[in-house]
């Protein structure tokens, strides 16, 4: 496992821990919930005027509000649970030292895909159920690609075929600009009030201010897609040509903005 892997691995455990203690806080509060309900008489109403209907009410608010509460938490789980099941199904990232091995490995994956339905199809307008067989197809399989569908055609859809190769070429454009990064030195540039830096080992650009930013510049930088990192101590994106062409908008943003609007938000 390489350093990124383990971050991503440590981030889905992350993820799954918010998870597993939200789904411990939901279970708390219905079993309370479900314990001061149980105190009260079946079919027992709040008896209006005595003096027990004010602490009866405030009993019962409690019991509405852990269930409230439980329902929110229960839900927060479901939400960490789905992101912790997502992390590192996005395909290959650039941010993975071994990313661009990895994308060779799917490219003579889709390549081989490809070669294998054209010759196929070739074989199936040829009705050559032998020749397809002898490529290792299953019986069900052959049987399968010989049939024709509702408009006429046999063998693999021809918009499989495309898609695949679309698939191709865009592994292929990613190869390409994962090896021209990997020729990118580190950039630095002081702006107004902010330094912009391009990182080639963290794969990020980064805007990062001497004096934090007001919420004008925040939303700004958010609406091109820059997150701030508490552990870069910068606003960052990923370092590539998206994020180097949104860069150059928000410094042009950036760069006629008085220095009294870089003040402290008190947001």
Do not use: W
Not at 156 to 174: C, L, M, S, T, V
């Amino acid at each position: 496992m390489n350093a990124y892997e383990s971050r991503v691995e440590t981030r889905r455990d992350r993820l799954q821990s918010k998870a597993d203690r939200a789904t411990r806080a939901a279970n708390r509060l219905y079993a309370q919930a479900r314990e001061m309900s149980d105190a009260i008489p079946f079919g027992q109403p709040i008896l209006v005027g005595h003096h027990s209907e004010g602490r009866d009410r405030n009993y019962r608010r409690g019991i509405d509000s852990r269930m409230s509460r439980s329902c929110a938490e229960a839900e927060k789980a479901q939400h960490y649970a789905r992101r912790a099941a997502a992390v590192g199904t996005g395909g290959v990232s650039s941010d993975d030292p071994e990313a661009i091995d990895k994308l060779q490995a799917e490219l003579a994956e889709r390549k081989a895909k490809q070669e294998h339905m054209k010759r196929a199809n070739a074989l199936v307008r040829r009705k050559d159920a032998v020749g397809l067989a002898d490529m290792g197809l299953s019986p069900a399989a052959i049987a399968g690609l010989l049939k024709m569908d509702e408009t006429g055609n046999a063998g693999y859809p021809a918009y499989r075929i495309r898609n695949n190769g679309a698939n191709i070429r865009r592994i292929e454009a990613r190869m390409r600009e994962l090896a021209h990064a990997g020729e990118q030195k580190d950039r630095e540039e002081e702006g107004n009030g902010y330094t912009y830096r391009e990182d080639v080992g963290e794969n990020r650009v980064m805007l990062a201010f001497e004096v934090k930013p007001g919420m004008e510049i925040h939303k700004m930088l958010k609406s091109y897609g820059f997150q701030y990192s508490f552990t870069r101590g910068a606003y960052v994106r990923k370092l590539n040509a998206n994020g180097k062409y949104a860069a150059q908008q928000a410094r042009k943003v950036l760069d006629v903005q008085q220095m009294s609007q870089l003040g402290d938000a008190s947001e």
